[in-house]
């Protein structure tokens, strides 16, 4: 007997491995000195004569994922001075970008916005303009050998304990027609709120860009707070941090505060990055983290893998962990990748194409 129309079809299941693999991807957060390959370490290091603390590339691979997951902050920040020391002439610079967005490409990601501060690249003597020309040259040669036709941009971002951020600012906007997306604060939260680069925001406000700001990572509400009300932020990068404004009773009812509720009516996008919060302290387990309660609730999520070197990560393996902890199927990671698409700083009409001619389609096929 036929099964009645009106009969409820069978529950969706979690999605397979193979299905992971070959959905499409959007990536708003992934720092390009935190996903060099360990051999590109290597060879870089061996031409610039700087010394590492391995000397093959398996082992190198395991030292970066070692001292990322010591639980301790210094040794994690000592992966960084590795990759950006190797980084330093625009022949190497281009090579990382170029790598970055061919791994992402043959990872199914259709769409990435990758970033890095320009500042950190001058030691050999670049300056800013020839870094961030460097950048988009790896990015167009990728792009244009991609049979995927993966789409890269550039988001530049200034470190907030420094004082370059009204100059990263203004080389943001300079390169935004050359692919440059947006704009970005980072390093570490406490004693360096966002609202000392305030000159920089409004700056930004005034010509019409896109800013994104690391806020509620390692540091808490006070953190998002001031990268919203302060400096008008239109993405949180982590963001994680927006769990402490949520009170779930013993009953199940979730309460939100005044800054979780304002923060899901005006659908500002948080980057999420599950692995790296692990490795960081700021969630306990991916099967804790707040992804999870944040998705039921219908914050703007999306899904990221910060650095995929350190993390020993890929799109894939983040989105996987999730349909692992939460038992998400096709149509939940298809919810993710269309909030990240749709949250990008690429333009409208841009952002609607790759979604009806690449997201939705790949999605269906699944």
Not at 138 to 146: I, K, L, Q, W, Y
Request: hydrophobic share 45%; proline share 4%.
């Amino acid at each position: 007997m036929s099964a009645g129309v009106n009969e409820p079809s069978p529950p969706l299941q979690p999605a397979t491995r193979e299905q992971v693999s070959a959905a499409p991807k959007v990536l708003l957060h992934d720092h390009l000195d935190g996903g060099l390959r360990p051999q590109t370490v290597l060879d870089l290091a061996v031409e610039c004569g700087h010394a590492l603390p391995a000397t093959d590339a398996a082992a190198l691979g395991r030292w970066f994922a070692e001292a990322a997951d010591s639980g301790s902050l210094e040794r994690y920040l000592e992966t960084f001075d590795h990759t950006v020391a190797v980084m330093q002439t625009a022949a190497a610079i281009t090579r990382v970008a170029r790598e970055c967005a061919e791994d992402l490409a043959a990872d199914g990601v259709a769409y990435a916005e990758i970033r890095y501060a320009p500042e950190q690249h001058l030691e050999n003597g670049l300056s800013l303009d020839q870094v961030v020309e460097a950048v988009r040259l790896g990015f167009e040669e990728a792009m244009a050998a991609s049979a995927s036709r993966i789409v890269v941009r550039q988001l530049l971002t200034a470190m907030r304990h420094a004082a370059r951020s009204r100059e990263i600012a203004e080389l943001a906007v300079a390169w935004r027609e050359r692919g440059v997306v947006g704009f970005d604060i980072a390093g570490a939260e406490a004693g360096h709120p966002p609202t000392r680069h305030l000159d920089a925001f409004e700056y930004l406000h005034r010509e019409n860009s896109h800013f994104t700001i690391h806020a509620g990572e390692a540091f808490g509400l006070p953190s998002i707070w001031e990268a919203i009300q302060w400096c008008g932020a239109d993405r949180l990068g982590h963001g994680v941090r927006i769990i402490d404004d949520i009170t779930v009773a013993e009953d199940g009812t979730v309460t939100l505060g005044r800054l979780a509720a304002y923060v899901r009516d005006t659908r500002i996008p948080l980057e999420m990055c599950p692995a790296s919060n692990v490795q960081t302290g700021a969630a306990t387990s991916i099967a804790e983290h707040p992804i999870g309660l944040l998705k039921d609730l219908r914050f703007r999520v999306t899904v990221n893998t910060d650095n995929r070197l350190m993390s020993g990560t890929s799109m894939s393996q983040e989105m996987w962990s999730l349909v692992e902890a939460f038992d998400y199927t096709v149509k939940d990671l298809q919810w993710f990748t269309v909030n990240a698409m749709k949250s990008a700083f690429l333009p409208f009409d841009e952002r609607l194409d790759l979604i009806e001619r690449v997201i939705k389609p790949g999605y269906a096929a699944l």
